[in-house]
């Protein structure tokens, strides 16, 4: 075992080489200002107090070690677990007082942390050596849950202490072993290029992601891979915990075709449709050879793709257009409000919907009654 520094504090050194100075060569000699001669004596007797009293273990010099144990090792374990790390040193304590040895882990690049971050569980948790025994750790080290994966260099600094006052130091680090931590995933390497972290508008605990091929899919809060990149576009889970998903087609309008999935990657429905839109009460729009229509949560159709354009459902109505005019359908397909307006809005909380007939503005109920004449609104596509 390596020698420590008892003299660490500078004051503390001059103090006693002072001390030795003026006892061993100025009051022997009765110099008040040294000659040459005296120098060279003075050397001499300096230098064996000073060996004297290293061997006796009065004074050590500071050797303090770093075993780097990172040469050929590296530590893989997962975040969360509990690794056993073997520092291989036995410690005895050649000095005349008692020893007592802690350990403390460190990251360079982070720094003492709390069990958040970085724990370790050292066996015993304090090492005491009397003069002459000899002793070692076991030690396992925790990673917190958090941790993302990756690369890590830990530090285990060895502490000691001999808990004297005076000129000997109440604690410093004997030796350092350097380890590198591979902190794995749940899974494999993952390829994640980009993660959309505003995919999750409906808190339904996935994310869309795309990897290195262009491809998206999905993951979890922890960023695990939930369903595997297969698609060519995406959409967000709805409440319904349904999600748009697209695959390149090269009969589709756009490119593409549509199709939907559940929060386990499975279709609902296969890519089938030129368009599919955000559901409503339950139905999403669907497009294809520029036919409009509707079909439920289980993909099936649930309102045949007959019309020019259609909007979204509210309060049991749905707006929709053939030949250039707008009227209303209800949930099971019922033209219930007749073509005759140049655009309309949904039905709102009250029950009325805005509309544009002969270049003018109206309310209208749900019965398609005129209520009154009203001011310039946007019209939702």
Do not use: C
């Not at 509707?294 to 979204?312: E, S």
């Amino acid at each position: 075992m390596s020698r420590y520094l008892i003299l660490q504090n500078p004051k503390k050194k001059v103090l006693f080489f002072r001390y030795i100075y003026r006892k061993f060569i100025l009051e022997k000699k009765g110099f008040t200002i040294m000659k040459r001669n005296s120098l060279s004596l003075a050397l001499k007797t300096w230098l064996a107090v000073l060996l004297i009293t290293t061997a006796m273990g009065l004074i050590s010099v500071e050797q303090s070690r770093t075993v780097n144990a990172a040469s050929g090792t590296t530590i893989t374990m997962k975040a969360g677990e509990w690794k056993s790390i073997n520092l291989y040193t036995q410690f005895t304590n050649d000095r005349p007082d008692t020893l007592t040895l802690t350990l403390a882990g460190y990251l360079p690049d982070w720094g003492y942390f709390s069990s958040d971050m970085l724990a370790i569980k050292p066996n015993p948790d304090i090492l005491v050596l009397f003069p002459g025994e000899t002793g070692k750790f076991d030690l396992q080290i925790k990673f917190g849950p958090r941790v993302k994966p990756g690369k890590y260099r830990l530090n285990i600094e060895v502490i000691g202490s001999n808990g004297k006052d005076g000129i000997l130091n109440s604690d410093w680090i004997i030796e350092t072993y350097k380890y590198d931590v591979i902190i794995e995933g749940d899974t494999k390497k993952q390829d994640i290029v980009y993660i959309d972290q505003y995919s999750d508008s409906n808190n339904q605990g996935l994310y869309a992601y795309k990897n290195s091929k262009n491809k998206y899919g999905y993951v979890n809060k922890n960023r695990k891979i939930v369903i595997p990149a297969v698609y060519d576009n995406y959409g967000h889970f709805d409440k319904n915990g349904i999600a748009v998903v697209g695959m390149k087609n090269s009969k589709g309008e756009h490119g593409y075709k549509y199709g939907l999935i559940n929060k386990a990657g499975k279709y609902v429905l296969k890519p089938t449709y030129d368009v599919i839109g955000f559901p409503s009460e339950g139905y999403y729009q669907v497009v294809n050879n520029k036919k409009h229509g509707f079909i439920n949560a289980q993909g099936k159709v649930a309102i045949k793709l007959q019309y020019d354009q259609v909007k979204f459902f509210a309060q049991g109505l749905a707006p929709v257009m053939k030949n250039n005019k707008w009227g209303f359908i209800d949930k099971k397909g019922k033209l219930v409000i007749q073509y005759k307006f140049q655009n309309a809005n949904l039905f709102d909380q009250n029950n009325q919907a805005t509309v544009i007939l002969n270049n003018k503005y109206y309310l209208i109920n749900k019965k398609g009654k005129i209520i009154k004449e009203t001011e310039f609104q946007p019209m939702w596509d």
